[in-house]
């Protein structure tokens, strides 16, 4: 597979809150990785610093972000306006907030054409049609006059993919996309990402912190915590033999169906604050297997495990 996007020690940091810290990772054209954790583990920043939407200052960004050629941290602006909405589309977790209240929906959807294919209004608006008609949503060529709280949560958000598809791009990033829908929304917004990934062949990045949804739409998974990849491999790999305790205790919290008399696990305590990180590794105060000297001082590095999996561990079950 041809690789379109290349992440090489991403960092961000926020004044001193070290946000994202090494992020690293590639993406094949036709490819899903997802990219896993609790909130505030930087998946979403991680996802905003790749397109040039942390603003600098404050934030400082460094390492390298490289597609068609550019690295996408150290390039003008002119190049990111290029790249966001046409190379590289994002869909916002949430609709309500992303979309703007004053703009119709078809204003919103034909920009990104108008800009990055150059076509005229008329022929964005009719391609508009096809979009919104290919996203799911009824009568599109009326819904193209109404305005965003006119439309029902799931409707929103399926403008949002019409927007991020609208350049026809070769990586979609869909940030949590499903989580303020119900299941039943949920389940036709993955099945219609995942039919419009294998008609256009774009590659997804897929930010969630929703394991269940990962098992089915992913082909590779990373595991975020504060900040760093504890654990990535093929996602058959990580689910049945996890070797972080984190991405174990993360899967232990998952529901099982049919086990009414299993109580559902927790993982104890909160992820670290990112302007206080401890100084060895960062899952040390909440980890089931700690070593107290080196947990507390060394960061341990990613290494292999397995042919398609790594793991950031001194655990001696990781093995």
């Known amino acids: 597979m041809t ?11 926020l004044g001193d809150a070290h946000v ?18 609790e909130s505030g583990s930087g998946k979403t920043m991680s ?7 942390v603003p600098r200052p404050p934030a400082v960004v460094s390492g390298e972000v490289r597609f068609d050629g550019t690295d996408l941290v150290s390039a003008p602006p002119a190049r990111l306006r290029s790249v966001r909405g046409g190379g590289i589309g994002i869909v916002f977790q949430d609709p309500m907030t992303s979309l703007n209240p004053v703009l119709t929906v078809g204003r919103q ?3 990104g054409m108008e800009e990055h294919l150059g076509l005229s209004k008329q022929a964005a608006r009719e391609r508009a049609v096809e979009l919104l008609d290919t996203v799911g949503i009824p009568d599109p060529r009326r819904r193209l006059d109404e305005y965003p709280h006119r439309l029902s949560g799931g409707m929103r958000q399926r403008v949002m993919i019409a927007i991020g598809l609208a350049a026809q791009p070769r990586v979609l990033i869909a940030d949590e996309a499903t989580t303020a829908l119900d299941v039943t929304i949920q389940a ?14 774009m590659a997804v990045i897929w930010i969630t912190h929703d394991l269940g949804v990962v098992a089915g739409i992913a082909d590779r998974v990373l595991v975020m915590y504060a900040g760093r990849v504890v654990e990535e491999g093929v996602v058959d790999a990580v689910f049945e033999a996890p070797q972080h305790p984190y991405t174990r205790g993360l899967l232990r919290s998952l529901p099982v169906l ?4 299993r109580d559902l ?17 960062p899952f040390w105060p909440r980890c089931e297997v700690r070593r107290d000297e080196r947990c507390r001082t060394e960061v341990p590095p990613l290494r292999q495990v397995a042919p398609d999996h790594r ?9």
């Open 47 to 53: 996802a905003l610093a790749l397109l040039g939407l």
């Open 109 to 111: 959807v034909t920009e």
């Open 258 to 261: 049919g086990s009414h008399d």
């Open 265 to 281: 696990d927790s993982i104890p305590g909160v992820p670290p604050d990112p302007a206080a990180l401890p100084v060895g590794c």
């Open 311 to 319: 793991v950031a561990t001194f655990d001696q079950e990781a093995t």
């Open 188 to 201: 036709q917004i993955v099945e219609l990402i995942g039919s419009l990934q294998q008609e256009l062949g």
């Open 20 to 37: 994202v810290n090494g992020l690293s990772y590639e993406i094949a054209a036709g490819e899903t990785v997802a990219i896993v954790g």
């Open 3 to 13: 690789q379109v996007l290349s992440v090489c020690d991403l960092q961000v940091r």
